[in-house]
């Protein structure tokens, strides 16, 4: 290993680990109120993903109008980093999750609104997109990104409601430490 590569990463890993920081600290742990009503809002993550594509789109369009790649396969890189902000964007714009006492509602993209009442709440569970998941035993799933502002208000509200009386080997049963760590964040 070249000693410039060494260089490149001792470089990169400190600088990635404060970025990683600086989002960790200015994520909120309260949820914004208007109303009756608590909404999650875009965390520190999400507003660096949707900056660092307007940047890699920028920049690439620059190298692409300068000549300096073949014109096709810069356009189609491009192309793919601007249709992905855009995604970015209409998701801040259109998804919301909102709860009160009575029940929580998720908005799609896609406009399709999700709604589950805290009585209701059967399941939980995380998938592979670090999303975590709520839903009533029939239900379709509430997605929830752990990454918003507002997160760990909710994961209370949710482990106040999570059903105590599931039997033993159940899988639902089986997030309940990550919902008690979050408890205790969030009264620090």
């Given amino acids: ?34 109303g009756q009503w608590k909404y999650l809002t875009p965390g520190p993550y999400f507003w660096l993903g949707l900056f660092a594509g307007l ?8 190298v692409v109008a300068a000549g300096r790649v073949e ?41 399709r609104t999700i709604s589950l009442s805290w009585n209701e709440l059967a399941r939980i569970g995380v998938d592979w997109t670090t999303y975590l998941w709520i839903s ?26 999570l059903p105590t009386d599931l039997p033993p080997a159940s899988p639902e049963l089986g997030y309940e430490p990550m919902l008690a760590q979050v408890r205790a964040r969030g009264r620090g």
């Fill in 136 to 161: 009533s035993f029939d239900g379709p799933r509430l997605r929830i990104s752990t990454y918003d502002n507002g997160f760990d208000e909710l994961a209370l509200m949710i482990r106040a409601h």
């Fill in 55 to 62: 940047l890699i789109t920028a920049v690439a369009t620059l």
């Fill in 71 to 111: 014109r096709s396969a810069g356009l189609l890189f491009t192309s793919f980093f601007a249709g992905m902000t855009l995604i970015l964007a209409a998701q801040a714009l259109v998804e919301q999750v909102r709860w009160n006492d009575r029940r929580i509602e998720r908005r799609t993209i896609t406009g």
């Fill in 1 to 34: 290993m070249s000693v410039d590569i060494l260089t490149k990463v001792a470089l990169f890993v400190p600088a990635f680990m404060a970025v990683t920081a600086l989002c960790v600290c200015l994520q909120r742990r309260r949820a914004r109120r208007h």
